[in-house]
């Protein structure tokens, strides 16, 4: 309702900034929690910027809210035809801790787009010695990749209107390498298959380990077919 919305959603630490490429394991170095109820406000000046704040309750034993303190997630974007720039910081209510994400996205042809993501985040509240009540083990709501910084890299190729080429790089603090790469296929409007190859090189610490891989490296590979209506 202008700008207004109220409800269960995705959080806006994800959704502002773009999520993390065209590819189905996307998460394999992770960039933040997911569902969420969210107020939040969103802004569109209508010549490229846009804004965002959000009041947040988080999920899960360790993201929910243990108070009447909300997690707060506020975003700003300049968007162009030439690509877009957008920056999200969020501050999580239980551990008092900040993270932050910047993108820039380059349209570098009308087949080629570019993206490349960092992000930092304060970690100190959510070590295992910090005594808390749960023990977030090095990953709050928000920073859910391994030590202060990571960073995502990744494109997309689009062979014809039907058929692309996606591909996506993540590396973090902790030594946790991913790598996946698809190519989507628009069988007819509103039905796509992907098939996607995934690979992950793990840290050497088990906070590290967010995939929970029992090798140090390790290989899978997924067909989807997806029905869009």
């Known amino acids: ?58 999920s899960g034993v360790v993201g929910t809210i243990d108070s009447y303190v909300p997690h707060v997630v506020g975003g700003l974007k300049y ?53 808390n009540a749960i023990d977030a083990g090095g990953r709050g709501f928000y920073k859910q990749w391994s030590g202060n910084w990571a960073i995502w890299g990744g494109a997309t190729y689009k062979f014809n209107e039907k058929t692309s080429f996606n591909t996506q790089l993540s590396y973090d603090e902790g030594k946790n390498f991913g790598a996946a790469a698809n190519i989507a296929y628009d069988i007819v409007p509103g039905l796509t298959i992907t098939a996607e190859v995934d690979y992950i090189n793990v840290g050497e610490d088990t906070v590290s380990d967010w995939t929970n891989a029992q090798d140090d490296d390790a290989i899978g590979g997924m067909v989807r077919f997806q029905r869009s209506f």
Do not use: H
């Open 1 to 58: 309702l202008g700008g207004l919305r109220v409800g269960k959603d995705e959080s806006d630490f994800n959704t502002f900034i773009g999520y993390a490429g065209n590819v189905i394991q996307d998460t394999l170095v992770p960039y933040g929690d997911f569902d969420t109820n969210v107020i939040q406000y969103y802004f569109d000046a209508g010549n490229g910027f846009s804004a965002v704040l959000s009041l947040e309750e988080g």
């Open 79 to 131: 968007t162009q035809g030439w690509g877009a720039i957008t920056g999200v910081v969020a501050y999580d209510a239980n551990y008092e801790e900040v993270a932050g994400k910047v993108r820039l996205d380059v349209n570098a042809t009308d087949a080629i787009s570019l993206f490349v993501m960092a992000g930092y985040g304060t970690d100190d509240n959510l070590l295992d010695d910090a005594g």
